[in-house]
């Protein structure tokens, strides 16, 4: 089997956030699927992670309030030794991940990005990654977003491949597995 995952469960089980996601995870390992993301995933983790940098910065050490952190995190400042952690942070996930495959999307899989995104209300990172998963014939796309899995599952069924890749949360793998 062949699964795709996304960013939120990579950081779930990085963070330990979802035992799902972890259980997901661990039973992949086990069992030797397929597993693979997007190159482009690397870059979200690097935005989620520089948010909860300065998030502890800001919202923890400094006692702003969340109103504020949300208007002023675009315009972040981070220190060397933040930068440094954040490194550490991304080096780490191949090894804590090392049967994690990193996919990149060929110009096909940019048009059907494109294409994802001028007929659904998929996010543009979201149809990165569904483009990603359809383009590397996943069976499986994994996430916790269930926008993401209503809408994903909706431009999937006309597609040429509707019968063979689905939309869901770690919960629902084994229901799908061939």
Not at 54 to 65: E, G, H, L, N, Y
């Amino acid at each position: 089997m062949k699964i795709y995952l996304d960013t939120n469960i990579i950081r779930d089980y990085l963070e330990n956030r979802n035992p799902k996601s972890v259980e997901l995870v661990e039973l992949a390992r086990q069992k030797g699927w397929e597993c693979l993301t997007s190159a482009f995933t690397m870059m979200e983790l690097a935005d989620l992670e520089q948010d909860s940098i300065f998030f502890q910065k800001t919202v923890i050490r400094k006692k702003w309030d969340v109103d504020r952190f949300l208007r002023e995190r675009r315009q972040k400042t981070l220190s060397d030794n933040d930068y440094k952690d954040l490194e550490e942070y991304l080096e780490n996930i191949p090894i804590r991940l090392p049967f994690l495959t990193f996919f990149n999307l060929s110009e096909d899989g940019w048009r059907i990005s494109q294409y994802i995104a001028s007929h659904s209300v998929l996010s543009a990172v979201d149809t990165i990654h569904l483009a990603t998963a359809y383009t590397a014939e996943c069976n499986i796309v994994v996430t916790t977003d269930t926008g993401f899995i209503k809408h994903g599952n909706s431009i999937l069924s006309v597609s040429e491949r509707a019968d063979k890749i689905i939309v869901c949360l770690p919960e629902k793998v084994q229901e799908h597995e061939s």
